[in-house]
């Protein structure tokens, strides 16, 4: 799964889950913050070599931002800023270095996904919100082990 508008798409998600658990001034913030981080970060030129690591990070960021939602107490305004930085920083930086700038556009509106998922949070229903962020995580290690794992199917074997 490298390059176009999946990887980011999927960190929005994940960011958007995680908003849905903060207070409603920080998501207001918040999403702004990780639309103009990630434009910025998604015009940076980051060297070719650097791919494989942003996109690990990028996996990372994915699993720690959707675990967010399994926290005991609600998110804070500063920490729902800085996780809605990082995840414009890594969304941006993938799109840099296996994208095009029109992927910024596929994967941002996913971020709205924070509207429906507060909405089931308030008719106690937000269960639904952590098994799509749990998907998320499970999604996010098999995406990031899979390049690194050998494979059958994705590795050259004995016979050939």
């Known amino acids: ?3 176009g508008a999946l990887p980011p ?8 889950f995680a908003l849905a658990f903060a207070p409603r001034r920080a998501v207001v913030a ?8 990630a434009l910025a970060a998604a015009f940076m030129p980051f060297p070719q070599r650097w791919t494989e690591g942003l996109f690990i990070g990028c996996w990372i960021s994915i699993i720690l931002t959707s675990a967010l939602v399994h926290l005991p107490r609600r998110l804070g305004s500063r920490p729902a800023l800085l ?3 990082n995840a414009g920083l890594w969304a941006g930086a993938t799109i840099a270095v296996a994208g095009a700038p029109a992927d910024l556009a596929r994967a941002l509106p996913l971020v709205l996904l924070v509207l429906p998922s507060r909405w089931l949070i308030e008719h106690r229903a937000g ?4 098994v799509a962020a749990s998907w998320l995580i499970a999604v996010a ?4 082990t899979l390049p690194i794992v050998p494979t059958p199917g994705y590795v050259a074997d004995h016979m050939e």
């Not at 798409?9 to 958007?16: K, N, S, V």
């Not at 290690?141 to 990031?144: E, P, R, S």
């Open 83 to 85: 996780i809605a930085a």
């Open 141 to 144: 290690i098999l995406a990031a």
């Open 30 to 37: 918040a999403l702004p913050l990780a639309g103009l981080v």
């Open 127 to 130: 269960v639904a919100v952590k």
């Open 9 to 16: 798409a999927l960190l929005f998600a994940a960011l958007a």
């Open 1 to 3: 799964m490298r390059g």
